[in-house]
């Protein structure tokens, strides 16, 4: 195997995992809310549950300082092959988690420990596989291989809800909701050791080492960082949100939406889920191809004009109530999502310097993750709740999507005045 496929593949793997949990934890939201909380108010426990998901992000910039500062520091590799071993343990650890009625009130605290643990190790995967895949990548297909990280996620979500549905479909509904929902989380530790073995027998990224021969990289890369690209960082993260608020909406909280709210089946749920994933895998190429071959900043502007058109009638669609209806909705929306989440990678890259690129990436990206994806399920079924409307789901798509715009041009204008580093 070449060395671009070994880090493509290691890559794909590490990310992948990390989403593929992610996956397991937005399809068996409702069953981890009903196994490690007390019985009582439905929307409570879901609530909380989203809450717990939320917490693990709380430490994802924790985890990009600390990942970051090695990876700046000592080298890419070495930081990615940590992380990827602190994302598989806790992994597992959810699969073989006692229940509520089992150890009490120690059953959500546990789990919001193990959260935590993947928030840290999240903080520095996500963020350091898509600059070691930059750094490999050529001027006419940087955007391309940077979707490739995108194009895990979707994988390792798309693998997850995949196993979750064929379980839900093989098993008895009784042996699936005690003990069959625990597979897919073990499964993902000898998923992440294949990871952790290849990474072992990668190359440095040759930016980086170009880098350090000349001289050009930091001892703090941290307090480097947040100093010198503290406005890089702010303008990360408002690009992010037009990827991590819709991004969020969509994967963790639809899927319990159309299931207890709609009342739809789990079944259907899961279809529109997998549905959804596949047409961003179709349109997240197509997106990165005209982003390194037309004006990449001008594509992104045209998909947040229509993330601010779709947001009304996608709500619209899915008070239908019907699975056309939901489907539909589903489907365009995840083709919006897919255009715009495609070139951001590069994007966010291109605005660090080598010397703290890790580190910067991975805050920009991950404080967005904290603050605003990782909080929206649980913002939106609150609001839902307290509104008795579904309209705050529109409001905070639109919110995310002219925030973005605006950080967009600003890149344009620091592209012209040549303040990008490009890779």
């Known amino acids: 195997m070449s060395q671009v496929k070994k880090v493509i593949a290691s890559t794909m793997i590490g990310n992948g995992l990390e989403w593929y949990d992610y996956a397991l934890y937005g399809t068996f939201t409702a069953l981890i809310s009903k196994h490690f909380f007390p019985a009582g108010d439905d929307a409570v426990a879901l609530i909380a549950t989203f809450g717990i998901f939320a917490v693990g992000f709380l430490m994802r ?21 940590l992380s990827i071993l602190l994302m598989a343990f806790p992994t597992a650890c959810i699969g073989l988690l006692p229940t509520y009625k089992e150890i ?35 001027a006419q297909n940087k ?69 350090k021969e000349a001289g050009h990289t930091s001892d703090a890369p941290i307090k480097e960082a947040l100093q010198h690209n503290y406005k890089e960082i702010l303008l990360g993260i408002g690009i992010y949100l037009a990827v991590t608020i819709p991004f969020y909406i969509q994967t963790v909280f639809m899927p319990s939406f159309i299931v207890k709210f709609l009342k739809f089946s789990t079944s259907d749920s899961l279809l529109i889920f997998a549905l959804s994933l596949l047409t961003m895998m179709v349109i997240a190429p197509i997106s990165a191809w005209l982003s390194d071959n037309k004006d990449r900043e001008v594509v992104l502007k045209v998909v947040l004009i229509l993330y601010v058109a779709f947001a009304i009638p996608y709500v619209y669609l899915l008070e239908g109530n019907t699975f056309a209806a939901v489907l539909i909705a589903q489907i365009m929306f995840s083709a ?21 690129r890790y580190t910067g990436m991975s805050l920009a990206c991950n404080l967005a993750a904290a603050i605003f994806g990782g909080t929206a399920p649980m913002l ?44």
């Not at 495609?342 to 010397?355: C, D, H, R, S």
């Open 336 to 356: 919006i999502l897919g255009a715009y989440i495609a070139p951001i990678p590069t994007l966010v890259v291109e605005l660090f310097p080598t010397k703290t």
């Open 61 to 81: 910039p924790v985890g990009a300082m600390f990942f970051g500062y090695i990876g700046d520091k000592y080298g890419r590799k070495n930081a990615l092959a």
């Open 104 to 138: 009490g009130l120690w059953a959500p605290v546990l789990l919001t420990v193990i959260r935590l643990v993947q928030g840290v190790a999240v903080g520095g995967e996500f963020g350091g596989s898509i600059v070691y895949l930059v750094e490999h990548a050529s």
């Open 380 to 423: 939106v079924t609150k609001m839902i709740t307290l509104s008795g409307s579904n309209s705050p789901i529109s409001f905070y798509i639109m919110v995310a999507a002219f925030t973005s715009f605006f950080c967009i041009a600003s890149v344009r204008v620091r592209k012209h005045r040549d303040l990008l580093h490009l890779v």
């Open 143 to 211: 955007n391309q291989m940077g979707s490739l990280s995108i194009l895990s996620m979707l994988i390792g979500l798309l693998g997850g809800a995949m196993i979750a549905a064929a379980l839900a479909h093989i098993l008895p509904a009784e042996d699936f909701d005690t003990w069959g929902w625990r597979i897919p989380f073990i499964l993902g530790f000898f998923i992440g050791i294949i990871g952790l073995y290849i990474r072992t027998r990668l190359d440095e990224s040759p930016v980086f080492m170009e880098a």
